[in-house]
Structures are given as C-alpha cells and as structure tokens.
C-alpha cells in the first residue's frame, strides 16, 4: 500500500518559535488518520506545508508523490481543503462562495453542491459577513466535500457544527473513503477520530510522539481494571505491569500494561473473582498522558 | 514556470467582481474631475482678462508648494489656456488621489485577503503561486488605463489637443502604476494589511512633500530643482503637458513601476503565505496596571495610530514653518485673489500662519473620521462584543472612544500650532504669534468636534455608515483651500464644517460660530451615545 503523505524530518521556526521540530508522518493511501495534538503544536503549520503555503526550514515532504511547493497546481487538483478558522468575502454570498471555490478546482457539480447543502442545511443565499461561524464552516465544508479529490485535508472541520451536522459530516468521510480517498483529519473532537480515523498520529511541541492504529496503541496502553475477589488479592502490587493498585477490602482497582493482563487475570481467579469491569484507555486518556507531559 | 500563473484569468475576473462597486466610483470619481475641473473654469475665466490674476497666483514661487513647476505659466496672458492651468495646478490633486486608489487597491486585494485568511483558501486550490498577486496587479493595470483613458477624453471633450490629451492621461494612469508597484512591495514586508498600505502612504507622503520642496527651491523661470526629480509626482508634472509636451517622463514611471512590480514578485516568492517578511515583533505577557477600563482600552488601541499622526504632524509643521519666511516675502507679490485666501497683504505674517492653521484643521479632521473608522472596526470585526458584554455600558465605551481621540486631537493641533508659531515669531520675533496660532488652534477645535461626533452619531446608526462622516471632511477640505478661487457659492459652502471658524490669527475671535459648533457636536454626541445604547449590538 503507497502512502499519500510521506513527511521526513520537517522543521520550521517562525523567529524563535521552533513550530515544527523533525516531524515525520506517514499517511498511507485510503485511510482516515486522525491527527491530533494540543494548540500549537504545528498541527497548522504541518497541513499548511502540506499545501506548499509555507516552507519548511529543513526537511521533505512528499505529497501524492509530488514536492508541495514544486508541484502545487497539479496537486491542488487532487488535494481539497478545509481551514481550521474560515474567513469569507463578506459581499458574496455562501452560494458563490462555493461556486468560485470549487470552479477554481475546475469540478463543480451543481447537483452535489445542491445535496450537500440540503444535507448540511446551509441557506447558499446569505452574505458571507452574516454567516456564524459554524455556517462559515459549513460553506468550506460543502466546497471541499463537493470536489472529487484524491486527499481531503480538514483542519478541525467541524469545530462550530452541532452533533446532528457531526454525524452528516461523518457519514460523508465515510462516502469518500469508500471510494478510495484519503482523509487528514485535525480534530479535537475525539470520538469523532475515534469514529472515523484508522490510524492517529499524536503531536506534541513539534514531533509526533506517538503513532499507529487505535488498536495498537490501546494495546500498548493501560487496561484499568475494577474487580470484586472473595479473598484479598496479594502482592498485586509487586507484579510488573500493575500500577496504582488500590485494595479496599474485597474490592481492587489498578491499571495494568496490556502484556500483562493475562497473568493479572490468573491472580484474580486464584483469589475467588466475583465480578469485573475492565476498560481500554480512552483516547482523552492516551492523550492526556502525551499532553500532560508537556506541563510537567 | 506557467504553472505559477495558473488561475490568474479566473480570479482576475473574482477581483473585478468584487470590487465592481469600489472600484468603479474610484474610477468614475477621478475621471470626473476633469470635466468638473474645466466646466468651472469656462465659468470662472470666461475671458482672457479673467486669466489675470491667476498668472500670477501660479507663477508665484512659494504657491508651487502646493501646484507644481508650473510649465506654461510663464507665458503670454493671451496665449494661457484653461489646460495649462488644469496640468500646472489641479493636476497634481488628481494624480495623488491616483495614487490613492492604487495603494488601496493592491492592499485590499494582496495583504488584506492574506490577512483575513480568505487567501489561504484560494492558494489551497488549483492556483498558481503567483496568480494572486499577477490579477491584482492585472486589475490594477484596467483600473488605471481606464482613469488614463478616461481622462484623455474627457480633456478632448473638451476641446483640448488630442495628443497633450493622452500625455496627461497616460502620465495619470503611469504614475498610479507606480503606486501600486509601491504597494506591491510594502504589502510584503507586514503581515498586516494597515503596515503595507501605511508605509506606501508614507511613500506618497514623503514623495509629495519632496515634489513640493524641491520645486519651491527653484528660481524664478525655473521649474523644479534635482531635488523635484526624486519625487515620481515630480516625475509626472515634468511631461511638460500642454506646453511642451515630452513623453520620456511616462517611460521613467513605468520603469519604475515595472522594477518595483518585479521586485514585489521576487519578495512574495521569499515569504510564507499569510506572513510578512519582517517577523512580528512579540510584547507584554500582562497587560499594565493602567489598562483596566473602556477608555483606557480605547487609547490602548489608538496609541499606535496617534502617535504617528502626531510625528506626521510634527514634521508637516516644521516644513510648513520653515517656509514661513519665503512666503511672507513673496507675498506682496501675490494677486487679489490669493491674499483673500490669507486675510490681506498687511497681515501677510498671520495670514500665512492662519493658512497653516487652518490646513492642520483639515489633516486632524482627516485624523478623526480615520480614527473612528477604526472604532467601527472594533464593531464590526466584533471585539467590542466582549467588551460590551461585561458591565461596561454601551454609551460609556463609545463616550471613552470619543474623549481619547478629542485629546489626541486636541494635543497634536496644540504642538503643530506652538511649532508653526515659533517659526513665525522668529521671523521679526514676535513671539506672541505663538500665543495666536495656539488660540487659533483652539477656535478650530469645535469643529473637528463636531466632525468626529458626526461620526460617532453615524456609528451609532450603523458601523458601516462611518464612511459618510468623509463628505464634510473632503467637501470643508476644496473648499477651504480653494472655495476663493473656485468661486463656490456662499450657500454650497455650508457644508464646510471649518467655514463658520474664525480664521484665526487672520480674522478676528468671534465666539458665537464656536458656541453653535459645540452645541451641534454635543448634540450629535448625545444622540450617539443615546442611540448607541439603544440599538442591537449584530454578531459577528
């Protein structure tokens, strides 16, 4: 499988601010992936280098296989794009806004433009310096969405939308990588990477700290364990891989490393288990974890 | 190498449509000034005799300061014609506000839109790198062969030669160019729309002082000095139109125009899309203790703007005062019409004074309407949502807005007024002229009030609505500097807000016009804070 990002040791400083610090990233072709980290991490800078809107100090980034600034017109026909704060002329209204936008791209279809609008409920004949700001978002959403392209970049695209918009939006990612597309999604939203992503990737202060399926990562995270034992549970404290053990009578609680839970789990039979809740670590946990760090 | 061009027709024809409105009373107003222009003269200068006097206004050494190196003037009264008097004096007007419309142009369609972040999304599509800025500078090129075209024809409309005709409008349509390939440059340099359209004000501004400088430094039956050639206004003016027309001036503006349209080029190719090419400078982590309240959040927000207006000022008023001596000399010399302007020959002191007085009455009312366009701004771009939406009351914040920028107009009105005072006290040493031009800065105080409550009213209306505070402002500007000549009628001239002010040191302090300013910019002010409290605050 070929990959649609392929990014190698990206650095980019804005004075003395270090934005983007050796980040790598990898995309492969046909996934969502989920792209997460906290404000200002370079989460910005990154797609924006992707779109040859900025030049990187250092470092490649390979984009459908072309150079992002090189290449830049002949990938734009591939690439639609969302931006994470959308400003629109304020004289023209939602409905030429599109219409322009997508022309540019040279695919409009007025018939998809016509169900997207319906489907996000947006009313085409407002001037742009009366939309809110969800409204705004829904016209760089509707223009990106209506494009046929072979990579959609979205930069928190849905950060002003309601839950009823969140699950339209959703339902067309979903329509796109059916067919094949691509999808970068920037999102703080987390159960809507959760939903949609394949793969994410973690940014913190410049470098991905952390990336991979939701899967493999939960697998290398803590499982938090509540279990009720009729005898007390001994020396859970001393096994590799618990941590946070807390005995409180015939009840424990503890997280324990994923490669453990086996052996943690003979214990707790040994000990007469009653009755057990054992959950992955959510995304917020994980993310926690890598942000937390950051304010340590 | 074309891949960078791609999109340029299309978004082209966006621009155009965007600024269909904008642009075309930009484009129809210049024109208009000529037909405008040689209308009042067939009125004015009916016959030769008429022409008289204002020979010799024009050929007058200091009034070049504000006409040009006057080619032509200089001959027979018989052989003048209602042309050479447009391309020696009125001309120089209508090239600066060329010149304005190409700054605001390019900075609106470049540096704004990056800004704003609207560009961003148009390079995201399947646009060339240089497409943005080559349909800017394409719809900058319509927009000035149509205000040259217009121009030439309307002058031949009026019976003028065909081929002076198209001197004057190319000449117009070359040096709007050059503005806009003066704002093609700065536009690069901030990340901010106001920097780059600043700084190339600042060109103007400085282009227009050295045009007046340099031409005023020239002898009699000269015209303009090498000081003259470093001012592209300069440039413009030496075509010698309808005297002794020479093309090559044209060929020097659009040289440059070309140089400094390629070197934008070179520099936009250098930069981030979105940044400027000088980093944003980075400030307080807290705010100071004093910047706790709406009045002093709107003087925070003035202070930048303020501040160089008043070393703009500053600066004006050492070169007007430095001139204080030359025109006093020169003024015996001046015809009827002009010593009207400034009171009288026996008053020539205070008559040239009272000129510059009343000039700076002018620019802090320019200052005004400027400042409370940015007032609006903080409206309309919703920042005073979440001011308002603390105890703040409404009336109380626009009350704030309006006491800052009536000090900082009073304040820089007082420092040019002591500087052009103490130039003039040092001509025979009567530093009472001091005192003078101080008192006549203060009679002229109500009615820049008067103006600025104008505009706070008109924001309490509506924000956009500001914009209409310009018409007493631009309307007391011609008239002032030029209701004497024009001839305008005594009626047409109230709506000059300076017209009831004494012309201070000139005319005598008469108290009544300035009781009745104060009484109309109170009223207007109280109107304003009564309406602004009770209106609707529109999201954003």
Same mark, same amino acid.
């Given at each position: 499988m070929t990959n649609s990002i392929e990014i190698r040791d990206l650095t980019k400083t804005f004075g003395r601010t270090v934005a983007l610090d050796r980040l790598s990233l990898d995309v492969r072709q046909g996934e969502v992936h989920g792209f997460l980290g906290p404000n200002g991490a370079g989460k910005t800078t990154t797609i924006r280098i992707l779109l040859g809107l900025v030049r990187p100090d250092s470092g490649t980034a390979t984009v459908l296989g072309g150079h992002p600034i090189r290449d830049a017109v002949d990938l734009h026909r591939r690439i639609a794009y969302v931006p994470g704060d959308v400003e629109l002329w304020p004289q023209l209204t939602g409905g030429e806004t599109i219409d322009i936008l997508t022309r540019l791209r040279g695919d409009g279809d007025p018939t998809r433009i016509a169900e997207l609008c319906e489907r996000f409920d947006l009313d085409r004949t407002k001037k742009g310096r009366t939309y809110s700001k969800g409204n705004r978002q829904k016209v760089a959403l509707v223009a990106a969405l209506a494009s046929r392209a072979d990579l959609y970049i979205l930069d928190e695209p849905t950060s002003g939308l309601d839950p009823l918009m969140e699950a339209i939006f959703q339902d067309e990612i979903r329509g796109l990588v059916a067919r094949g597309a691509t999808v970068l999604l920037s999102s703080h939203i987390l159960g809507q990477v959760e939903a949609l992503a394949h793969t994410v990737s973690i940014i913190r202060e410049g470098s991905i700290v952390e990336t991979g399926t939701l899967a493999s990562m939960r697998h290398l995270r803590r499982t938090i364990v509540q279990a009720t034992t009729t005898n007390p549970v001994n020396g859970l404290a001393h096994m590799t891989g618990v941590h946070h053990a807390q005995v409180d009578g015939d009840r424990v609680t503890m997280e324990v490393d994923g490669e453990h839970i086996g052996r943690v789990m003979l214990q707790l039979s040994a000990a007469g288990l009653q009755s057990i809740v054992a959950h992955p670590p959510t995304l917020e946990q994980m993310l926690l974890r890598h942000y937390g760090e950051a304010t340590r | 190498m074309s891949e960078t061009l791609t999109a340029t027709g299309p978004l082209l024809r966006f621009a155009a449509r965007r600024d269909r409105v904008k642009l075309s009373i930009w484009v129809l107003g210049l024109a208009a000034f000529v037909p405008y222009m040689m209308t009042a003269y067939k009125t004015i200068f009916a016959t030769p005799e008429d022409l008289a006097p204002i020979v010799g206004l024009i050929a007058n050494p200091s009034l070049t300061l504000f006409t040009g190196p006057g080619y032509g003037v200089d001959v027979a009264p018989t052989e003048l014609t209602h042309q050479i008097i447009f391309a020696s004096v009125y001309w120089l007007y209508l090239l600066l506000f060329t010149a304005l419309m190409n700054i605001l142009l390019v900075s609106r369609h470049t540096r704004l839109e990056e800004q704003t972040g609207r560009a961003e999304i148009v390079r995201a599509s399947v646009v060339g790198r240089y497409a943005p800025l080559t349909s800017t500078v394409l719809l900058a090129l319509i927009a000035n062969v149509a205000v040259g075209g217009l121009i030439a024809g309307a002058l031949i409309a009026y019976d003028s030669d065909p081929s002076s005709s198209l001197l004057l409008g190319a000449t117009t349509g070359a040096l709007g160019l050059v503005f806009a390939g003066v704002t093609t440059v700065t536009s690069q340099l901030s990340a901010f729309s106001s920097a780059g359209s600043g700084l190339a004000g600042a060109v103007l501004a400085a282009s227009w002082v050295i045009r007046g400088v340099g031409d005023m430094a020239a002898g009699p039956g000269e015209h303009g000095t090498w000081l003259s050639w470093l001012s592209p206004l300069a440039w413009a003016q030496q075509t010698r139109v309808f005297h002794d027309d020479r093309w090559w001036p044209v060929g020097l503006l659009l040289a440059t125009a070309a140089i400094l349209i390629a070197v934008g080029f070179m520099l936009s190719a250098r930069r981030d899309v979105g940044a400027g090419i000088l980093q944003p400078r980075r400030g307080w982590a807290t705010a100071p203790t004093w910047l706790r309240s709406p009045l002093t959040l709107a003087w925070r927000l003035q202070r930048t703007q303020s501040f160089w207006w008043a070393v703009g000022l500053t600066l004006a008023s050492f070169m007007y005062g430095s001139f204080t001596g030359a025109m006093v000399d020169a003024f015996a010399e001046l015809p009827d019409i002009?010593?009207?302007?400034?009171?009288?020959?026996?008053?020539?002191?205070?008559?040239?004074?009272?000129?510059?007085?009343?000039?700076?009455?002018?620019?802090?009312?320019?200052?005004?309407?400027?400042?409370?366009?940015?007032?609006?701004?903080?409206?309309?771009?919703? %920042?005073?949502e979440p001011v308002l939406a603390t105890d703040v009351r409404p009336a109380a914040w626009m009350a704030g807005q309006f006491l800052v920028i009536a000090v900082v107009v009073a304040a820089i009105g007082l420092v040019a007024a002591v500087i052009s005072g103490l130039f003039a006290g040092s001509v025979d040493g009567d530093y009472g002229?001091?005192?003078?031009?101080?008192?006549?800065?203060?009679?002229?105080? +109500?009615?820049?009030?008067?103006?600025?409550?104008?505009?706070?009213?008109?924001?309490?209306?509506? +924000? %956009?609505?500001?914009?209409?505070?310009?018409?007493?402002?631009?309307?007391?500007?011609?008239?002032?500097?030029?209701?004497?000549?024009?001839?305008?009628?005594?009626?047409?001239?109230?709506?000059?807000?300076?017209?009831?002010?004494?012309?201070?040191?000139?005319?005598?302090?008469?108290?009544?016009?300035?009781?009745?300013?104060?009484?109309?910019?109170?009223?207007?002010?109280?109107?304003?804070?009564? %309406?602004?409290?009770?209106?609707?605050? +529109?999201?954003?």
């Amino acid at each position: 499988m070929t990959n649609s990002i392929e990014i190698r040791d990206l650095t980019k400083t804005f004075g003395r601010t270090v934005a983007l610090d050796r980040l790598s990233l990898d995309v492969r072709q046909g996934e969502v992936h989920g792209f997460l980290g906290p404000n200002g991490a370079g989460k910005t800078t990154t797609i924006r280098i992707l779109l040859g809107l900025v030049r990187p100090d250092s470092g490649t980034a390979t984009v459908l296989g072309g150079h992002p600034i090189r290449d830049a017109v002949d990938l734009h026909r591939r690439i639609a794009y969302v931006p994470g704060d959308v400003e629109l002329w304020p004289q023209l209204t939602g409905g030429e806004t599109i219409d322009i936008l997508t022309r540019l791209r040279g695919d409009g279809d007025p018939t998809r433009i016509a169900e997207l609008c319906e489907r996000f409920d947006l009313d085409r004949t407002k001037k742009g310096r009366t939309y809110s700001k969800g409204n705004r978002q829904k016209v760089a959403l509707v223009a990106a969405l209506a494009s046929r392209a072979d990579l959609y970049i979205l930069d928190e695209p849905t950060s002003g939308l309601d839950p009823l918009m969140e699950a339209i939006f959703q339902d067309e990612i979903r329509g796109l990588v059916a067919r094949g597309a691509t999808v970068l999604l920037s999102s703080h939203i987390l159960g809507q990477v959760e939903a949609l992503a394949h793969t994410v990737s973690i940014i913190r202060e410049g470098s991905i700290v952390e990336t991979g399926t939701l899967a493999s990562m939960r697998h290398l995270r803590r499982t938090i364990v509540q279990a009720t034992t009729t005898n007390p549970v001994n020396g859970l404290a001393h096994m590799t891989g618990v941590h946070h053990a807390q005995v409180d009578g015939d009840r424990v609680t503890m997280e324990v490393d994923g490669e453990h839970i086996g052996r943690v789990m003979l214990q707790l039979s040994a000990a007469g288990l009653q009755s057990i809740v054992a959950h992955p670590p959510t995304l917020e946990q994980m993310l926690l974890r890598h942000y937390g760090e950051a304010t340590r | 190498m074309s891949e960078t061009l791609t999109a340029t027709g299309p978004l082209l024809r966006f621009a155009a449509r965007r600024d269909r409105v904008k642009l075309s009373i930009w484009v129809l107003g210049l024109a208009a000034f000529v037909p405008y222009m040689m209308t009042a003269y067939k009125t004015i200068f009916a016959t030769p005799e008429d022409l008289a006097p204002i020979v010799g206004l024009i050929a007058n050494p200091s009034l070049t300061l504000f006409t040009g190196p006057g080619y032509g003037v200089d001959v027979a009264p018989t052989e003048l014609t209602h042309q050479i008097i447009f391309a020696s004096v009125y001309w120089l007007y209508l090239l600066l506000f060329t010149a304005l419309m190409n700054i605001l142009l390019v900075s609106r369609h470049t540096r704004l839109e990056e800004q704003t972040g609207r560009a961003e999304i148009v390079r995201a599509s399947v646009v060339g790198r240089y497409a943005p800025l080559t349909s800017t500078v394409l719809l900058a090129l319509i927009a000035n062969v149509a205000v040259g075209g217009l121009i030439a024809g309307a002058l031949i409309a009026y019976d003028s030669d065909p081929s002076s005709s198209l001197l004057l409008g190319a000449t117009t349509g070359a040096l709007g160019l050059v503005f806009a390939g003066v704002t093609t440059v700065t536009s690069q340099l901030s990340a901010f729309s106001s920097a780059g359209s600043g700084l190339a004000g600042a060109v103007l501004a400085a282009s227009w002082v050295i045009r007046g400088v340099g031409d005023m430094a020239a002898g009699p039956g000269e015209h303009g000095t090498w000081l003259s050639w470093l001012s592209p206004l300069a440039w413009a003016q030496q075509t010698r139109v309808f005297h002794d027309d020479r093309w090559w001036p044209v060929g020097l503006l659009l040289a440059t125009a070309a140089i400094l349209i390629a070197v934008g080029f070179m520099l936009s190719a250098r930069r981030d899309v979105g940044a400027g090419i000088l980093q944003p400078r980075r400030g307080w982590a807290t705010a100071p203790t004093w910047l706790r309240s709406p009045l002093t959040l709107a003087w925070r927000l003035q202070r930048t703007q303020s501040f160089w207006w008043a070393v703009g000022l500053t600066l004006a008023s050492f070169m007007y005062g430095s001139f204080t001596g030359a025109m006093v000399d020169a003024f015996a010399e001046l015809p009827d019409i002009f010593q009207q302007l400034m009171g009288g020959a026996e008053v020539a002191l205070s008559g040239y004074l009272t000129l510059t007085v009343t000039m700076f009455r002018i620019m802090l009312a320019i200052f005004a309407v400027i400042a409370w366009q940015k007032v609006a701004a903080e409206e309309v771009g919703g %920042r005073a949502e979440p001011v308002l939406a603390t105890d703040v009351r409404p009336a109380a914040w626009m009350a704030g807005q309006f006491l800052v920028i009536a000090v900082v107009v009073a304040a820089i009105g007082l420092v040019a007024a002591v500087i052009s005072g103490l130039f003039a006290g040092s001509v025979d040493g009567d530093y009472g002229l001091v005192g003078d031009a101080v008192a006549g800065a203060a009679a002229g105080l +109500p009615s820049v009030l008067m103006v600025l409550a104008l505009a706070a009213a008109l924001h309490a209306l509506a +924000p %956009r609505l500001v914009v209409f505070a310009w018409i007493p402002v631009v309307a007391g500007a011609l008239i002032e500097l030029f209701g004497e000549v024009m001839q305008i009628p005594d009626w047409a001239r109230q709506i000059s807000p300076f017209e009831h002010t004494p012309a201070m040191p000139a005319e005598e302090f008469t108290l009544l016009p300035l009781v009745v300013q104060t009484v109309v910019a109170a009223a207007l002010l109280a109107f304003g804070l009564w %309406r602004f409290s009770h209106r609707d605050i +529109p999201g954003h």
